[in-house]
Nanobody, 133 residues
């Protein structure tokens, strides 16, 4: 499975961005329905942190407290893509955002939010988000 993250860019505080994570590779078909996707971010000089996740079953997503209420993760199965809509952006949202996939049908989004990031099976290349005040 290959993941392609996109949608990053520059925004002013209070603005919005929508990040996309497109999945491709084997198995063919609706790959995005077979894997669980999470977004992580890493700001300069800081460790990578969990942002949001949506499980394989598409149940209740999970969010980090720092983005809860301002972000929505969703999945478009027809496009094999997961989105992260980020609103009311803050300068502290500035980071490189990565999407990661977990090849597990049984892990909930809540569990994905607390598991170590090195347990994820696939990673995208990252997309930079810069928020100015």
């Amino acid at each position: 499975v290959q993941l392609q993250a996109s949608g990053g860019g520059m925004a002013q505080a209070g603005g919005s961005l929508r990040l996309s994570c497109a999945a491709s590779g084997r198995p063919v078909g609706r790959i995005i329905d077979r894997i669980a996707i999470a977004w992580f971010r890493q700001a300069p000089g800081k460790e990578r942190e969990f942002v949001a996740a949506i499980s394989w079953s598409g149940g209740t997503p999970s969010y980090a407290d720092s983005v809860k209420g301002r972000s929505t993760i969703s999945r478009d199965s027809a496009k094999n893509t997961v989105y992260l809509q980020m609103n009311s952006l803050k300068p502290e949202d500035t980071a490189i955002y990565y999407c990661a996939a977990l090849d597990s049908p049984s892990t909930s989004a809540q569990d994905m939010g607390v598991m170590p990031s090195d347990e994820y099976d696939y990673w995208g290349q990252g997309t930079l988000v810069t928020v100015s005040s």
